[in-house]
Structure formats: structure tokens, C-alpha cells
């Protein structure tokens, strides 16, 4: 129980430091990371003496009003569950079979205050992703090139009057990524030093005008293609591969 109480409770305190958000009714983010707790003790299985596999995709259905609070959170709680997930598994002596995955979904048949927890074993490899977080919401970096500024010409628009229309851009190639002030008539700081341009690491901040900007580096599973549906598998003629 020792393990449980501290699991629980480790994200009670960072969800109460870093979001400041009180649930009057409805789920606590707590309830969802005790879930998650039970769902990978419940599903773990032995497969030899030494390795313990458990489920590492998740998805959390929610009722639409308990979806719409957690989402208003932001990118922030995903992370904490992430992380304490991991934590959790590391305790217990828990192995996964790729890398962890946590959806948050909402389902119409949820009343508010229930939730429920789907959980499988899904194979795949690690395919990294540059992202920003802008005011509470995540940007993938789909492009070499992001420009960001207050114009609506920009990849991402913030409404900040004390920036630019095309302030900062980001230049990211699946490995590296830099940051560039595009002649800004206010100037962008990188971890409060101002800069021209410089190399961007993972969980720097940058600063334009009254906004923060946070570049970050996450794991994305890339899970193996899925078999075909039984009826579509019944469709091919398997001595030539086509349509019978």
C-alpha cells in the first residue's frame, strides 16, 4: 500500500502546484491516475521469471463534461500521468512492449464522475517529435520551418500585441532544432538571455513579447501496421495475393 498511497498521492501534489485547479464535482485527475495504477496491476502478466509485462496503451473515457475540465488542464496533465505511469511500472517491476501512450476520450454513455479504462499491449518503436506549448496548448512541429508571431499569416498565431507579426521562427529536422528572431521589433529571449538565433534543447523557454513558448521533445509510438479485418482477410486469394 505504501507504493499505491505514494503513487496517488504524488500526483494529488503536482496536479495541485502545477494546475491550481479545484473539481467541485465531477473526476479528479487523481481518480484517473489511481485507475491507471489498478489497470497496469491488473493486466500485468507474468512471461518469464524475470520480466513482467504490462499493458502500455491506455485510453481514458471520460463523460463529456469530466473530458472537458481535464482538457481544459492542457498538455501538462498527460505528461504527469506519463511520467507517474513509468514511475509506477519501474516499482513494481513492470516491463512494456513499446512506449506508453495515454488518449483521453470522451463517451456520451459516462455519467459525470465515472470513467473507464481501456489498456492493451501494443508493440512499436519510438519516433521522436518536436512540439511547442503556447498558453496551454500543443503545437507538433509538422514543418522544417515554424514561423510564430501575432500575424495571421504565421503557423502559429498568438494574440500578443507586444510581439511581432512574424516574430521567432523554428527550425526543426527530426533531431535538432533552432530558434531565430526574425528581426523582431521587441527581440526573443531563450531562457531569459535575449538571442538572434541559437540551438534549441528540449524544455527551453522562449519568450516573445509577454508570452512563453516551450519547445519540447516527445516520444510518439509507431505501432506496426494493424492485420486485416477477417472479412478483408477472406477477400484474397492467398496464392496470389488477389481479390478472390
Do not use: C
Request: hydrophobic content about 40%.
Amino acid at each position: 500500500m505504501g507504493l499505491l498511497d505514494s503513487f496517488e498521492k504524488g500526483l494529488e501534489r503536482a496536479v495541485n502546484s502545477a494546475f491550481a485547479k479545484t473539481f467541485r464535482s465531477g473526476i479528479q485527475p487523481v481518480e484517473i491516475a489511481a485507475a491507471l495504477r489498478s489497470e497496469l496491476d491488473a493486466k500485468a502478466a507474468v512471461v518469464s521469471r524475470d520480466r513482467i509485462l504490462a499493458p502500455n496503451s491506455f485510453t481514458v473515457r471520460l463523460s463529456p463534461a469530466d473530458d472537458e475540465k481535464m482538457r481544459s488542464i492542457g498538455p501538462a496533465l498527460g505528461d504527469e500521468l506519463d511520467t507517474l505511469v513509468q514511475t509506477h511500472a519501474k516499482t513494481q517491476g513492470y516491463t512494456f512492449a513499446g512506449p506508453v501512450t495515454i488518449a483521453i476520450a470522451s463517451d456520451d454513455q459516462l455519467s459525470t464522475g465515472t470513467l473507464r479504462i481501456e489498456s492493451a499491449t501494443a508493440q512499436g518503436r519510438v519516433a521522436w517529435r518536436g512540439v511547442v506549448d503556447v498558453e496551454g496548448k500543443r503545437h507538433p512541429l509538422v514543418k522544417s520551418r515554424t514561423v510564430i508571431g501575432r500575424g495571421s499569416d504565421a503557423d502559429i498565431t498568438i494574440a500578443d500585441a507586444g510581439t511581432s507579426r512574424k516574430h521567432v521562427e523554428i527550425l526543426w529536422d527530426g533531431e535538432r532544432a533552432m530558434v531565430r528572431d526574425m528581426n523582431s521589433t521587441n527581440g526573443t529571449l531563450l531562457n531569459g538571455r535575449k538571442i538572434v538565433e541559437a540551438a534549441l534543447t528540449p524544455d527551453s523557454t522562449i519568450r516573445i513579447g509577454h508570452t512563453d513558448i516551450v519547445f519540447r521533445v516527445v516520444a510518439q509510438a509507431t505501432p506496426p501496421k494493424p492485420p486485416l479485418p477477417p472479412d478483408a482477410t477472406r477477400a484474397f486469394d492467398i496464392r496470389g495475393g488477389q481479390p478472390s
